[in-house]
Nanobody, 125 residues
Framework: QVQLVESGGGSVQAGGSLRLSCAAS????????MGWFRQAPGKEREGIAF???????RVADSVKGRFTISQTNAKNTLYLQMNSLIPEDTAMYYC???????????????????WGQGTQVTVSS
């Protein structure tokens, strides 16, 4: 059973930074897509950053230049470095994993079978 556990959320003022972590327990899959999603109240879940077993990394236009996705060499922890935060970044952030395929051209939430419990990020102006 794969578990994903996020940490690192919190409250920050606009312009600040946070780093989210997602610890994935005991997986050694050679083919995978890992991603970060966020969901604000009343809005749809939004995919914001992805990386996969083929070395691809991608971030959404809404966070490009501010957010960076990375993972440890052991590939058991996923990170999301968030800089220059704005109030519109306020949301619950989720880590997700598809442990069978690399990321496609436009990963959707329905592509991911494993999810963390989420960590709240609140940015005040």
């Amino acid at each position: 059973q794969v578990q994903l556990v996020e940490s690192g959320g919190g409250s920050v003022q606009a312009g600040g930074s946070l780093r989210l972590s997602c610890a994935a327990s005991a997986y050694t899959y050679s083919t995978y897509c890992m991603g970060w999603f966020r969901q604000a109240p009343g809005k749809e879940r939004e995919g914001i950053a992805f990386t996969d077993s083929e070395g691809m990394t991608r971030v959404a236009d809404s966070v490009k230049g501010r957010f960076t996705i990375s993972q440890t060499n052991a590939k058991n922890t996923l990170y999301l470095q968030m800089n220059s935060l704005i109030p519109e970044d306020t949301a619950m952030y989720y880590c997700a994993a598809d442990l069978w395929d690399p990321c496609g051209g436009n990963p959707l939430a329905s592509d991911f079978g494993y999810w963390g419990q989420g960590t709240q990020v609140t940015v005040s102006s």
